[in-house]
């Protein structure tokens, strides 16, 4: 149909309004978006001869796809609507003077009462409430009905802007306004704080992209930009570095259970003579977990435990020991990964502060004091930018040396013993 090629060309050959750099990604300003949805809304309402507030119903619907809402609506326009909530023809205002709400129940005139272009009329009132409260729970609001449970009638946003608050009308913009980027596969908001820009993926493979903002991400996980780890070895670390397993494994390293109630107990100083805490109250040995009152031998002003030396001697170890021995060993090793990794996160981010202080003060005051243009200083960021680069490259390494095999580890990667 031409009608259907009209939307799809016109979808398939707008370009971006923003520089991409090496033509993989484009940084969307909101005004971009804001644009590029009101060209949408457009089109769609003039090739489907709708209102613009039904064209951005069924878009919303089909996740801005023109071309799939084109097949379905021309295939079967009844059903579509049926399946949106957009009436063919809206129901008009009874000529009644005075009707009773079905929501308070208090009777309003006609002009005071409205509905969603269904039979169901309310009044201004309940509207407002009933609306705020659908906007408050979420982008939810963009679907919203009308509050008749056997109608599923589509609340358009003329009624939002007619009868909602200023704020409430806003944060309906704002929902309308994201729904653009997160229907897109190719387009993504920056995940960095505050930051309200997108970012148009034109390439084909996976890559790091760069937003206005100067954060760089993985376009694939949104995550920080890490290659070249993957996603995958990216996902795993960030999840063991904020998991409980880790806690575990230092109770169990830096701890033994009361032999009494089980209750893990640290030992920071002192002798062997432990004692829990009330109620338990019991005294038992730190070394064997045996009662105190077992350990009459004394040596040197201590209590000795002969049996866990001779038991250890023997090769005879206790399944609670051998538990403790592999989390310590355990958490070592991830402490020894995690705290170069840290380390060289906080070196980024110092970098990252002084590069912000020299662009900001430092270049200008090395232009005054040997009268060289800031254009000629550039090396300096340019070089610094290159320390920050190597730094998140380094960090990441120990992510990746964290999960690869001992077989094929480097020497760079070797686990103190």
Avoid at 47 to 72: F, G, M, P, Q, T
Avoid at 279 to 297: R, T, Y
Avoid at 343 to 372: C, M, P, V, Y
Wanted: hydrophobic residues 30%; aromatic residues 10%; proline residues 3%.
């Amino acid at each position: 149909m031409d009608s259907d090629v009209e939307m799809n060309a016109a979808s398939a050959t707008r370009t971006s309004t923003t520089t991409a750099t090496a033509n993989t990604f484009a940084v969307l300003r909101e005004e971009d978006i804001s644009e590029r949805q009101e060209e949408d809304i457009s089109k769609v309402s003039s090739v489907l001869s709708i209102a613009r507030e039904e064209a951005c119903v069924l878009l919303h619907h089909y996740k801005w796809n023109i071309s799939k809402l084109s097949d379905e609506w021309f295939a079967d326009e009844e059903k579509v609507r049926h399946t949106v909530g957009l009436l063919l023809n809206g129901n008009d205002r009874p000529r009644s003077r005075k009707l009773t709400c079905g929501i308070c129940f208090e009777g309003y005139s006609s002009d005071m009462m409205s509905s969603a272009g269904c039979a169901h009329f309310y009044c201004h009132e309940c509207w407002e409430g009933y609306i705020s409260a659908a906007i408050s729970g979420g982008p939810g609001c963009l679907s919203l009905r009308c509050p008749d449970p056997s109608c599923g009638a589509m609340v358009l946003q003329r009624m939002i802007n007619k009868l909602a608050k200023e704020e409430d009308k806003e944060k309906y913009a704002r929902f309308l306004l994201r729904t653009y980027v997160e229907g897109s596969k190719k387009t993504k908001w920056c995940p960095a704080p505050d930051c309200t820009c997108a970012v148009e993926f034109l390439g084909d493979e996976n890559y790091d992209v760069s937003c206005n903002c100067k954060f760089n991400f993985c376009w694939n996980c949104t995550e920080e930009a890490h290659r070249p780890v993957n996603c995958e070895t990216v996902s795993k670390w960030i999840l063991k570095n904020s998991a409980e397993s880790e806690n575990m494994n230092w109770i169990l390293a830096n701890s033994k259970p009361c032999p009494k109630c089980k209750r893990p107990i640290e030992k920071n100083q002192g002798c062997m003579h432990m004692t829990c805490t009330p109620p338990c109250k019991f005294e038992f040995c730190w070394l064997c977990l045996g009662a105190w009152s077992d350990h009459g031998e004394r040596t040197g002003g201590f209590y000795a435990c002969n049996r866990y030396e001779s038991a250890k001697k023997e090769g005879v170890y206790d399944e609670t020991e051998a538990r403790r021995e592999r989390a310590k060993n355990s958490l070592e090793r991830y402490m020894h990964y995690y705290e170069r990794w840290a380390s060289n996160q906080t070196s980024r981010q110092k970098a990252q502060a002084d590069l912000h202080k020299a662009e900001k003060e430092q270049l200008a005051k090395l232009t005054d004091i040997f009268g060289i243009p800031e254009t000629q200083l550039k090396f300096i960021v340019e070089a610094w930018s290159q320390i920050i680069e190597c730094r998140r490259v380094l960090k990441w390494t120990y992510a990746y040396g964290y999960y690869l095999d001992d077989k094929v580890k480097s020497e760079f990667f070797r686990v103190p013993a």
